[in-house]
């Protein structure tokens, strides 16, 4: 099976602030991955699809980089509704994965 | 697009379980299918997928045996039979659409439902 790896797990950041949170794959699985958001008591939102596709409704302030095995999610210029918990997502194999999770507080 | 869990409640260890989720609001029958869960204070976890023909079926290791999924394109609902649960098995279960644009995502959840395996 294919392990995802996020870090950091969680990490303390303040509003303008530029946050990049990395996503590592056991083996490649070339773009097959998706970053998601996830608000206390709310189910997980899409934000990027494909390693580097912004999903429709998602603020220009999140990109997402990478291909094979190392991936990232970037977010430029920290809002305050950005405060959450971010997981990335492997559809690669037949038995999907997530990263473990990256708590974003103030 | 509309998904909504129901099933959920509390159950002893060694019991059984029968999610629903109810689809609306896009052609249930052209979408595959997951099951993701998340354990209290716990992040998310992979459960189960089915294809739109249902000729598809996995699971992850946690679970095979002992959860089966299904679906039913009449009524655009999509099941999870839990069986010999344990304690661990206790979390919100997420219904989660998946949409293919170039590579597979899941772009829809359900507001997920509280499975709690308890003595």
């Known amino acids: 099976d294919i392990q995802m790896t996020q870090s950091p797990s969680s990490l303390s950041a303040s509003v303008g602030d530029r946050v990049t949170i990395t996503c590592r794959a056991s083996q490649t699985i070339n773009d097959n991955l998706s970053w998601y958001q996830q608000k206390v008591g709310e189910a997980p939102k899409v934000l990027v699809s494909?390693?580097?596709t912004l999903e429709s409704g998602v603020p220009s302030r999140f990109s997402g980089r990478g291909s094979g095995t190392e991936f990232t999610l970037t977010i430029t210029s920290l809002q305050p509704e950005d405060f959450a918990t971010y997981y990335c997502f492997q559809s690669y194999s037949t038995f999907y994965s997530f990263g473990q999770g990256t708590k974003v507080v103030i | 697009v509309q998904l909504v869990e129901s099933g959920g409640g509390q159950v002893k260890p060694g019991g059984s379980l029968r999610l629903s989720c109810a689809a609306s609001g896009f052609t249930f029958s052209s979408y595959n299918m997951n099951w993701v869960r998340q354990a209290p204070g716990k992040g998310l976890e992979w459960v189960s997928f089915i294809s739109a023909s249902s000729t598809y079926i996995f699971y992850a290791d946690s679970v095979k045996g002992r959860f089966t999924v299904s679906r039913d394109a009449a009524d655009s609902s999509l099941y999870l039979e839990m069986t010999s649960l344990r304690p661990e098995d206790t979390a919100v279960y997420y219904c989660a659409r998946e949409a293919w644009v170039g590579r597979p995502f899941i772009d829809f959840w359900g507001q997920g439902t509280l499975v709690t395996v308890s003595s």
């Open positions: 494909a390693a580097s």
